[in-house]
């Protein structure tokens, strides 16, 4: 099993940046897959980005294209959202996950196997 910490979270204004980390620990972090997922107040979870085991191969949902980055540092076991332009429909709580496979090129959560706590991010207008 692997654990999940996410961190970077917090209350910034429309327009700002964020960014978050995931720390893993407990598996081979570098074999596997990465992705970020939300979850706004009333509404379901949702795919963000994910990235490949490499990180040479990401794929982001379309509200967030162009604005978010993820990035890994295998080295550091860390996965990365870099948050650009935040706009306030971008408020959830934000979820790392580890995919099933070195690469998840769909946001399906069944491909990822384990998810981290959560970390709020609110952005104000």
């Known amino acids: 099993q692997v654990q999940l910490v996410e961190s970077g979270g917090g209350l910034v204004q429309a327009g700002g940046s964020l960014r978050l980390s995931c720390a893993a620990s407990?598996?081979?972090?570098?074999?596997?897959?990465m992705g970020w997922f939300r979850r706004a107040p009333g509404k379901e979870r949702e795919f963000v980005a994910t990235?490949?085991?490499?990180?040479?191969?990401?794929s982001y949902a379309d509200s967030v294209k162009g604005r978010f980055t993820i990035s890994r540092d295998n080295a550091k076991s860390t996965v990365y959202l870099q948050m650009n332009t935040l706009k306030p429909e971008d408020t959830a709580v934000y979820y790392c996950?580890?995919?099933?496979?070195?690469?998840?090129?769909?946001?399906?959560?069944?491909?990822?196997?384990?998810w981290g706590q959560g970390t709020q991010v609110t952005v104000s207008s």
């Open positions: 996950a580890v995919g099933r496979l070195s690469w998840v090129g769909s946001g399906t959560s069944a491909n990822f196997a384990s």
């Open positions: 407990g598996r081979t972090f570098s074999n596997y897959a």
């Open positions: 990235i490949s085991w490499s990180g040479g191969s990401t």
